[in-house]
C-alpha cells in the first residue's frame, strides 16, 4: 500500500498542528484545504488550497477524484455546515472520517455568562439601553450589529469588515490571536466596555478575553456551538494522531 492520502478541512491552530506533525512521517500525504475567509492565511507545513468544493456533492467528487482516503474535518467550531458536509461526502465515497474539534470554555467562577444560540440574539440579549460591547466574533457576523445600532461596539478581526459597518459609535481594530490576558483588560478597559458578545470557541488563542472579563466583573453574552455531526470527535492533536495510527496500521501503511 502507498502513502495515506489525507484531506484535512483547516483553518484552525489545531489543524496547523496537526499537518505538522503529519507532515513528519513520509507515509502521509497531505492535502489542507482552507476556506479562504482570511486575506492572509498563516504559512502551513503541508500543500494547501483554497475555496469551497460546491457542497456535498462537490466534496465527495474531489475525495473520489483524488483518491483519498481520509477526510478530516479540523475547521472551525463554528463552521456547522461545513462539518455536516465533510460527514455526507465521506458516507458517500464510503472512506472513514473524523472530527478534530478542541473542548469549548466551561465557565468558572467569577464569570458571568448569558447563553444563546447565535449572534442575532446575541445582540439582542444586550437590550435597548446603550452598552459599550466588545463583539470579539471575528467579521463574518459583524453586520449583525447593524440591528442594535444604539450601542458602541468595539469590533475586532483579523480581516477588516466588507463592506464598512455603518454604526454611529464603533471602533474597529485588526488583529490575530493569541491574545494574552493583561492585554484583553488593558483593552476592554481602555473602552470603556461592559458586555462581551463571544463565541464559545474553545482553545487557548482567544480564551484572554473572558479571562480579562472575569477579572473585570463584565457579563459575557456566550454563543453556543451548534451539535456536532454524528461522526467520530477527537479534541486534541495527540487524539488525533492516535485516530488515524488506530485506522491505518503501521503494518497497513508499510504494506506488510
Not at 66 to 86: E, K, M, V, W, Y
Not at 163 to 180: S, T
Request: charged fraction near 20%; include cysteine.
Amino acid at each position: 500500500m502507498g502513502k495515506i492520502r489525507i484531506l484535512m478541512l483547516g483553518g484552525t491552530t489545531e489543524a496547523r498542528s496537526l499537518a505538522q506533525a503529519l507532515s513528519a512521517d513520509n507515509l502521509y500525504d497531505v492535502l489542507l484545504s482552507l476556506a479562504g475567509r482570511t486575506e492572509k492565511p498563516s504559512a502551513q507545513p503541508v500543500p494547501a488550497r483554497t475555496g469551497g468544493f460546491g457542497g456535498r456533492q462537490g466534496l465527495a467528487a474531489f475525495l473520489r477524484d483524488g483518491g483519498f482516503d481520509l477526510l478530516i474535518d479540523a475547521t472551525h467550531p463554528f463552521a456547522a455546515r461545513i462539518s455536516q458536509n465533510a460527514h455526507d461526502a465521506a458516507v458517500d465515497v464510503g472512506i472513514p472520517a473524523f472530527v478534530l474539534r478542541r473542548e469549548q470554555w466551561k465557565a468558572e467562577p467569577g464569570d458571568h455568562w448569558k447563553h444563546v444560540a447565535n449572534i442575532p440574539e446575541a445582540i439582542a440579549a444586550l437590550g435597548t439601553s446603550p452598552r459599550r460591547v466588545f463583539l470579539a466574533i471575528g467579521r463574518q457576523e459583524a453586520h449583525c450589529a447593524l440591528a442594535a445600532p444604539q450601542h458602541f461596539y468595539l469590533i475586532r478581526s483579523v480581516d477588516p469588515v466588507e463592506p464598512p459597518l455603518m454604526l454611529p459609535n464603533a471602533v474597529c481594530i485588526l488583529d490575530r490571536g493569541p491574545f494574552e490576558i493583561e492585554r484583553e483588560v488593558a483593552l476592554l478597559a481602555a473602552h470603556d466596555i461592559n458586555v462581551v458578545i463571544a463565541k464559545n470557541s474553545g482553545g487557548s488563542a482567544t480564551y484572554a478575553k473572558i479571562a480579562a472579563a472575569r477579572r473585570l466583573g463584565l457579563e459575557v453574552v456566550m454563543v453556543t456551538r451548534a451539535p456536532a455531526p454524528a461522526m467520530q470527535t477527537v479534541a486534541t492533536v495527540e487524539e488525533a494522531l492516535a485516530a488515524i495510527a488506530h485506522l491505518f496500521p503501521p503494518a497497513m501503511k508499510r504494506g506488510v
